[in-house]
Every structure is written in C-alpha cells, then in structure tokens.
Nanobody, 122 residues
Framework: QLVESGGGLGQAGDSLILSCAES????????MGWFRQAPGKEREFVAA????????SYADSVKGRFTISRDKAKTILYLQRNTLQPEDTAVYYC?????????????????WGHGTQVTVSS
C-alpha cells in the first residue's frame, strides 16, 4: 500500500530524494512520516507531515538538511535529503498514521512501506 523508491548509493555531501507512493488505497486525512533503521539499531523517526501539509516535524539529526513534503494530489510523499552524511546510511521507511497531527512515535503509525536502502559513503 505504501511503496518507497529513490534509495541507492550516494557520497557524503550529495542531495537525493526519496518518494513514497500510495497504492491500492487512499490515505486521505492521514499524517505521513519517514523513519529509518540502521544496521543493529532501532527504527528511528526522521520526519512527519500533517495531511494538510500545514505542520511538519523533524528529528534533530536531520533538521535543516531534510525536507518532507507531499504532492498536490497528496498521493506521493517526498523526503528531500541534502548534505548527506555516512550516518544517514539506513533503510528508509514511509508510514501513515490515522491521525491529523504529526507524531515521532513509530507505535502510532498504522501502515508501513517495505523500505528502501540508502547507503552513503564518505
């Protein structure tokens, strides 16, 4: 239902964009988020956006470098990532939460994509 794309290899300092497309169902009214999981670590919050797009939230580690957004039809979620660092290497997941407000708590999200691998070399 959520399909991520745009992962791959990059170098430190690169800018890359991830996309997450909704398939088979609509997530109208849902808040959307991006999470990531590095090897041996727990899945962590990256960014979230309200359905309306009027509010966003970011993890401190990506604030100022990453931007979350949605297309006008609100069927594609984006994560623009600038100034990539090796510490950004992880599997990135998009998720949908049946709520109007944004959340950094992965337990509140109802639907998840399968993830896309991002590897950043120094």
């Amino acid at each position: 239902q959520l399909v991520e794309s745009g992962g791959g290899l990059g170098q430190a300092g690169d800018s890359l964009i991830l996309s997450c497309a909704e398939s088979e169902r609509t997530f109208r009214g849902y808040a959307m988020g991006w999470f990531r999981q590095a090897p041996g670590k727990e899945r962590e919050f990256v960014a979230a956006i309200r359905w309306s797009g009027s509010s966003t939230s970011y993890a401190d580690s990506v604030k100022g470098r990453f931007t979350i957004s949605r297309d006008k039809a609100k069927t594609i979620l984006y994560l623009q990532r600038n100034t990539l660092q090796p510490e950004d290497t992880a599997v990135y997941y998009c998720a949908a939460e049946r709520a109007s407000c944004v959340s950094a708590d992965k337990r509140t999200y109802d639907y998840w994509g399968h993830g896309t691998q991002v590897t950043v070399s120094s």
